[in-house]
């Protein structure tokens, strides 16, 4: 099985990649970097290359190419319409899955609101709260008679 290679660059990270037969450019750049394969574009000289049909037979062309093609394209997980993790434990779990689904839910909203909102106010009165409690068990310990009072003595 005769492969093709190309060399690829996504952000900072650069690879030399073996393009099987058959396949896309696009699907392999996607496949090696984690990307979606319908959202991954190839960029080289100003042209780009999609996964579409009539653009994959005209990627033949960058296999000639001797610089790096650039890869744009999103990672699976950092995409704004992935599905969340809630929904991952509904489609697992059948019966409870969409109750644990929402409740998963509820909590990352409370967690993310709580960061911006009551977060500072939290942490002032637990401070506020450790300050007292210091007060009070360091007005349990006997103090030893100051030498004012002794002189009096």
């Known amino acids: ?34 990307l979606v394969p319908a959202r991954t574009t190839l960029v080289f000289r100003g042209k780009r290359y999609r996964l579409d049909d009539a653009v994959v037979d005209a990627a033949d062309d960058l296999f000639g190419v001797a610089g790096d093609i650039m890869v744009l394209g999103t990672p699976a997980h950092q995409q704004l319409d992935a599905p969340s993790r809630a929904a991952a434990v509904a489609r697992r779990v059948p019966l409870l899955g969409p109750l644990l689904a929402c ?36 007005s349990l310990v006997p103090r030893p008679p100051s030498r004012a009072r002794r002189r009096a003595e």
């Open 1 to 34: 099985m005769s492969t093709r290679t190309l060399t690829l660059k996504w952000r900072t990270t650069t690879a030399r990649l073996d393009v099987p037969v058959g396949e896309s450019p696009v699907t392999t750049a996607a496949r090696h970097f984690g």
């Open 103 to 138: 409740f998963c839910d509820a909590i990352v909203v409370l967690c993310v609101r709580a960061r911006g909102d009551w977060a500072p106010a939290l942490a002032r009165g637990l401070v506020a709260v450790a300050r007292g409690v210091g007060l009070f068990f360091s």
